[in-house]
């Protein structure tokens, strides 16, 4: 791989549209987040009612990703990702309309099934368009979907001191994101990822089926070549629990990073806030530096290094008193884990086709999933200090992890010899 083809890729209309994709599903995520306080407010909800409401939420994300995989493999991506990005658009306007728990509960359940559907579809076609440039992207891409966050949620914050009223902000938000579909998902571009590498890290390319044969027989035949790899095995399943490590670790830093500083060490509420922004800021950051470096250290090299630096700096989080040092040592914490769910995504994808991509998503789902309840009910028998040391212990797993993102020829090797490197 070398670095220097990049550039022309990033500039091509099927990237763009992929990134855009990606952003949406990000500003549609800041946005509702941002505007939950006030549907909670509005319909007299109690935390309890909420958190089920959530979990409808979380649910039908897992269940439609389980299903994209499947869905992609039948139609292709690009047909995948404008029905998965239009759905989006259009779903996100209910939880604003919804008058009721169980309306609402419904309405988050919808949306969930779109949000799966579009993250694995894009996620596939992010693959494509890597494989086809020679160089990685998807760190690239999946910081499109961190800066849509940021954007959405400094735009609700925006709305909520403004007087918008929550139906009024989701429907425009779900315009922009309708509009964006209809129009970019043309560039979308089209196939199939055909699996190409057998789950012990023999040599294999992970070629891509592309273009309108790969919609006919080819995609019959990447089907076929799925269907005959279909169990999980060891290469996929540690994949997969890189996702599942990262998305409940970075779940609870988002969910509890505030409630650590502002009650365990008495910090003001502005610098909870930026403990929160400190873990969103270093994961964009960390995806944008992400495919460079991958192309520079490796995969291997960089999830370890990324693993490690993560690691000592959540623990120094844990440690230190003053409640300002906190939001720079979590920002530490999210640049290192953001290039590890790309990579995984991408060798699951490589490995395994849109089937490999929806396990990886919907085991992260679910560890996102359970992360925040875990780690509460551990705070509550013990500290909430005691209760983070469970992300330590899985932020320092996903560096264990590295070896299954090798390239195929040398997973084996990676896995038994550390590929070199000590971190």
């Known amino acids: 791989?070398?670095?220097?083809?990049?550039?022309?890729?990033?500039?091509?209309?099927?990237?763009?549209?992929?990134?855009?994709?990606?952003?949406?599903?990000?500003?549609?995520?800041?946005?509702?987040?941002?505007?939950?306080?006030?549907?909670?407010?509005?319909?007299?909800?109690?935390?309890?009612?909420?958190?089920?409401?959530?979990?409808?939420?979380?649910?039908?994300?897992?269940?439609?990703?389980?299903?994209?995989?499947?869905?992609?493999?039948?139609?292709?991506?690009?047909?995948?990702?404008r029905v998965g990005w239009v759905l989006v658009g259009l779903l996100l306007v209910l939880p604003g309309q919804a008058s009721s728990w169980a309306g609402l509960t419904a309405a988050f359940a919808a949306l969930g099934l779109a949000v799966g559907l579009l993250d694995v579809s894009m996620n596939g076609a992010g693959v494509q368009l890597e494989h086809a440039a020679g160089v990685p992207l998807l760190s690239g891409l999946h910081a499109g979907w961190s800066a849509g966050v940021l954007a959405g949620a400094a735009a609700g914050s925006l709305a909520v001191a403004a007087g918008v009223s929550t139906a009024v902000h989701l429907t425009v938000v779900g315009g922009v994101a309708l509009a964006a579909?209809?129009?970019?998902?043309?560039?979308?571009?089209?196939?199939?990822?055909?699996?190409?590498?057998?789950?012990?890290?023999?040599?294999?390319?992970?070629?891509?089926?592309?273009?309108?044969?790969?919609?006919?027989?080819?995609?019959?035949?990447?089907?076929?070549?799925?269907?005959?790899?279909?169990?999980?095995?060891?290469?996929?399943?540690?994949?997969?629990?890189?996702?599942?490590?990262?998305?409940?670790?970075?779940?609870?830093?988002?969910?509890?990073?505030?409630?650590?500083?502002?009650?365990?060490?008495?910090?003001?509420?502005?610098?909870?806030?930026?403990?929160?922004?400190g873990v969103s800021a270093g994961g964009l950051v960390g995806r944008l530096l992400g495919d460079g470096l991958a192309a520079r250290w490796g995969s291997v090299v960089l999830l370890r290094r990324g693993a490690a630096?993560?690691?000592?700096?959540?623990?120094?989080?844990?440690?230190?008193?003053?409640?300002?040092?906190?939001?720079?040592?979590?920002?530490?914490?999210?640049?290192?884990?953001?290039?590890?769910?790309?990579?995984?995504?991408?060798?699951?994808?490589?490995?395994?086709?849109?089937?490999?991509?929806?396990v990886a998503t919907t085991v992260g789902y679910g560890a996102y999933l359970v992360g925040p309840a875990l780690i509460g009910g551990i705070a509550q028998a013990t500290t909430l200090h005691l209760a983070l040391v469970v992300p330590v212990v899985l932020v320092a797993a996903t560096g264990a992890l590295a070896w299954s993102t090798a390239p195929d020829q040398r997973a084996r090797g990676a896995r038994s010899a550390g590929d070199g490197d000590p971190f």
Do not use: N, Q
């Open 309 to 358: 630096m993560a690691t000592v700096a959540l623990v120094a989080a844990l440690l230190v008193r003053p409640p300002g040092l906190v939001p720079p040592l979590l920002f530490l914490v999210g640049a290192g884990l953001a290039p590890a769910v790309p990579l995984a995504f991408a060798t699951a994808g490589r490995l395994r086709g849109e089937h490999g991509i929806a």
């Open 181 to 277: 579909g209809l129009a970019l998902g043309r560039d979308v571009p089209d196939g199939v990822i055909a699996p190409g590498g057998d789950d012990d890290g023999d040599d294999a390319t992970g070629a891509m089926a592309t273009g309108a044969a790969a919609a006919g027989a080819d995609a019959a035949g990447a089907s076929a070549a799925g269907a005959r790899r279909i169990g999980p095995g060891p290469r996929l399943a540690a994949l997969a629990a890189i996702g599942g490590c990262v998305f409940l670790a970075e779940g609870a830093l988002l969910d509890w990073s505030g409630v650590l500083v502002r009650e365990s060490l008495d910090g003001p509420e502005v610098m909870g806030a930026l403990a929160v922004t």
């Open 1 to 81: 791989m070398t670095a220097t083809a990049a550039p022309p890729v990033r500039r091509t209309p099927a990237y763009r549209a992929v990134l855009a994709a990606f952003a949406s599903l990000g500003l549609a995520a800041g946005t509702w987040g941002a505007r939950i306080p006030d549907i909670k407010a509005g319909l007299a909800l109690d935390e309890g009612s909420l958190g089920t409401t959530l979990l409808g939420l979380s649910i039908g994300a897992v269940v439609g990703a389980l299903g994209g995989g499947v869905v992609v493999r039948r139609v292709g991506s690009r047909r995948s990702v």
